[in-house]
């Protein structure tokens, strides 16, 4: 199993000084003991506990720098192995065009402390082509090697055959566990995911491959999802659900991309986009201007519709007689990513997992008790009983409570949205978190949210709050009007479908003079709201 990656063999790689490794350390030093060294600092990813890692390897590019004609000359010198380098004869170590070549070979033998044995494969013995060896090998039994240089060699091999991550390929790649994957840092699986933990990973660039105009794709890191153990439902159906509407070819710029899935050791990966973070994290880091830009409120709506854009590509499935729904819509579900000429960037919808498919009659079937949820967001047709059915207006409901939260913050910033309080005319005041728990009347347990629900109760009241701020522009008066006529509707059969979402924000959007002027609506009812702050906050 050979990588025949294109590499200048007279280049290390960039970043990893290779000239501190070739120093003379002593002229009593043999040039096989220098050559070890040299190789074994070049071994990626650096472990960081300073011992040998099983899933360490070594770049063909650094391993061809370091094995170069003269040193290799040295090392048969050394080894009175200059007879198997015969004048006018194809190299058996660097071969050539038509005939195959034992550079990885010769590294495996300087590890294991046995270069006089290449010999054994110069005389029409296996190449690196023919690599990995297995222990039975008849070529080790008909060259009498020792059960322990065989059982070394056989280990160590592997370092020299990390595979190809083939970003070109659509398909679920397998990688045996005997192969270290070519990560120029060890992953740290300390974030979790939906359903599995992610690592950011730094694929070393000579083992990517790319083609056509995904290369765009390519980036310096990227982020591995990798599955709980026992997970391969969910893997299944977040790669079905991606491979449809997140591929590199057909996917949606708001929707996240599927690079690259695999297996490896029993566990399942996928690798994605590296993100800045979820919406939760942008209001976090990116306050709003006070008073709030013109230009934020542009970029916000327009995300918003984009968001819209690619759910209603999801619920209208255009290959066949099936619809979707996403299933968990949520801030924390949203990503943020930098763009190119942006100055806020680009939100992408991320986590398929729960997202299901059904023919168009049967799309009221799914029991409540049958999805997965985010309590705090789930519509009020998910009971304790769990009996009502779900279909595509369950993410109208959800996607309503994500554009509420998003509204605020541009308002009145993130203390009001997930804070437990925030200064509202000079007294501090019931975040929006603060308030939604209030109603729940604790923390958030099962999926009935009376802050919507009930007429008259607090969400109206924070709806009619916004409304009356100082800087809620006509763009945003109609927007809310959206969320709170059309999205936030307790009765589903009511709510509107997602093609109805995304033309309202396009009219909205094309129109974005309005956006620059506040034009608040008066307030009626109590004037102290939202109410001071006193209750203790439950997290969502």
């Known amino acids: 199993m050979d990588n025949n990656h294109q590499v200048d063999s007279g280049q290390p790689h960039p970043g990893r000084s290779i000239a501190a490794d070739s120093a003379v350390q002593g002229p009593e030093e043999k040039t096989e003991d220098k ?24 770049p063909l590019r650094d391993l061809k720098y370091i094995l170069s004609p003269n040193v290799v000359a040295k090392l048969l010198e050394e080894a009175s192995l200059t007879s198997i380098m015969q004048p006018g004869q194809p190299d058996p170590i660097f071969g050539s065009e ?22 054994h494969f ?37 370092e020299m055959l990390a595979p190809d991550f083939n970003f070109s390929n659509r398909e679920v790649q397998d990688f045996l566990i005997n192969y270290p994957l070519p990560f120029l840092k060890e992953l740290d699986w300390k974030v979790h995911g939906a359903h599995g933990l992610i690592s950011k990973a730094y694929i070393h660039p000579d083992y990517q491959i790319w083609s056509g105009s995904n290369s765009k794709l390519q980036q310096p890191f990227y982020a591995i999802k990798k599955f709980f153990p026992n997970n391969s439902t969910h893997f299944a159906n977040e790669r079905n659900a991606l491979q449809r509407f997140g591929g590199q070819r057909e996917g949606h710029k708001n929707l996240l991309t599927l690079l690259l899935s695999y297996q490896r050791g029993g566990e399942s990966f996928m690798i994605f986009p590296w993100a800045e973070g979820n919406l939760v994290d942008f209001w976090k880091k990116e306050p709003t201007a006070n008073p709030p830009s013109p230009k934020d409120l542009i970029w916000l709506i327009q995300q918003c519709q984009g968001i819209a854009s690619g759910l209603s590509k999801v619920h209208r499935y255009e290959h066949g007689n099936f619809q979707g729904r996403h299933g968990d819509i949520k801030p924390e579900n949203i990503l943020f990513f930098r763009e190119a000429g942006s100055e806020r960037g680009l939100l992408v919808v991320a986590d398929f997992t729960l997202m299901r498919f059904h023919s168009q009659n049967t799309m009221n ?22 009996e009502a059915s779900i279909n595509q207006k369950y993410d109208i409901w959800t996607l309503g409570c994500v554009y509420l939260e998003f509204i605020t913050w541009y308002l009145l910033g993130y203390n009001a949205t997930r804070g437990p309080s925030f200064t509202m005319s000079g007294k501090e005041v019931q975040s929006f978190l603060a308030a939604r728990t209030k109603e729940h009347n604790g923390p958030y347990t099962y999926g009935r949210d009376n802050f919507f629900i009930i007429p008259g109760k607090q969400g109206a009241e924070w709806i009619k709050m916004l409304r009356g701020d100082n800087n809620c522009s006509e763009a945003l008066q109609e927007f809310l009007t959206l969320v709170e006529g059309h999205m936030l509707v307790p009765e589903q059969g009511d709510r509107c479908c997602m093609d109805h979402v995304l033309r309202t924000l396009e ?15 008066p307030r009626d009812g109590d004037a102290q709201f939202p109410p001071l702050a006193t209750a203790q906050v439950h997290p969502l």
Not at 98 to 119: E, Q
């Open 35 to 58: 050559v070890y060294v040299q190789i074994s600092k070049k071994l990626l990813p650096e472990s960081k506990e300073n011992s040998k890692s099983s899933n360490q390897f070594i």
């Open 98 to 119: 038509d005939k195959p070549r034992r550079i990885k070979i010769l590294g495996i033998l300087i590890l294991t402390g046995g270069v006089d044995y290449i010999k």
């Open 122 to 158: 110069c005389n029409n013995g296996p190449d690196d082509e023919k690599l990995p060896l297995s222990r039975d090998s008849n070529f080790f039994k008909s060259n009498n090697w020792k059960q322990r240089l065989i059982d070394e060699f056989c280990r160590r091999q592997y």
């Open 365 to 386: 079937v799914t029991g409540a008790g049958e999805v997965g949820y985010t309590s705090a967001y789930c519509p009020p047709e998910v009971k304790v009983t769990m």
């Open 507 to 521: 009219a909205i959007s094309s129109k974005c003079g309005y956006c620059c002027v506040g034009k608040p609506k």
